[in-house]
């Protein structure tokens, strides 16, 4: 995730399209697919089968770090296109930061869906998201954004890039729990990949 070496002594902005949640100008856009993120959805064959009919975007990420000669703050939109994984709903990965003392600053602009917070101890908070929602994550919550509506939410963020993204634990553990429509219901479910 590293990008934009260069200093940002003086101020600096960019401007973003509420509508679409892109801004510019952009240091770094990452775009996920399903088979990205086929360690994370628990119905495997419905990954399998989504990749072969021509692997569908699940979020789009948009970082831009402002370092100056004595600070490192970044800013990230993620843009969660509607849409599910067998019955669980689009995701963002989730991470840990590597460092515990750096926070981060997420807000809801369009959309709705959920939150999910885990601490590497098991301490499980989720959120309910709609356009407006702000919340501060503890440095040392993993982090995880669900889109459950029918249209795109996308939300900004705020941390220091000295934060880190620790990946590694999201990936072999998931989360506790997961989001997934169950007759017609948006239900937070046991994750059925922990034991
Ligand atoms: C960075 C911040 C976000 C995410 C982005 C994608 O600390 O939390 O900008 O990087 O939402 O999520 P993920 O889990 O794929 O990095
Ligand atoms: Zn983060």
Redesign the pocket.
């Known amino acids: 995730m590293e990008s934009g070496k260069k200093t940002h002594d003086l101020p600096t902005s960019v401007q973003l399209d509420l509508q679409t949640g892109v801004f510019e100008p952009c240091a770094m856009h990452v775009t996920?697919k399903v088979s990205d993120l086929s360690m994370m959805f628990y119905d495997t064959e419905s990954v399998e089968k989504l990749v072969k009919k021509g692997d569908p975007v699940v979020y789009d990420?948009r970082?831009q770090n402002f370092i100056t000669r004595n600070s490192d703050m970044a800013l990230?939109v993620?843009v969660v296109q509607p849409g599910k994984v067998g019955d669980e709903y689009h995701m963002?990965?989730?991470?840990f930061h590597e460092r515990e003392d750096r926070p981060?600053i997420y807000f809801c602009v369009q959309g709705e869906g959920y939150l999910l917070m885990e601490t590497n101890n098991g301490d499980f908070k989720v959120e309910f998201w709609r356009p407006g929602t702000i919340t501060h994550i503890p440095g040392n919550y993993a982090?995880r954004?669900v889109n459950t509506g029918d249209k795109p939410l996308y939300f900004f963020?705020s941390?220091n890039v000295s934060?880190g993204?620790l990946y590694k634990p999201v990936i072999e553990n998931g989360f506790s729990k997961i989001v997934v429509e169950r007759e017609g219901e948006t239900v937070i479910i046991a994750n059925p990949r922990r034991k």
């Open positions: 996920r990420i970082h990230g993620t963002t990965k989730g991470h981060e982090h954004v963020a941390f934060a993204h």
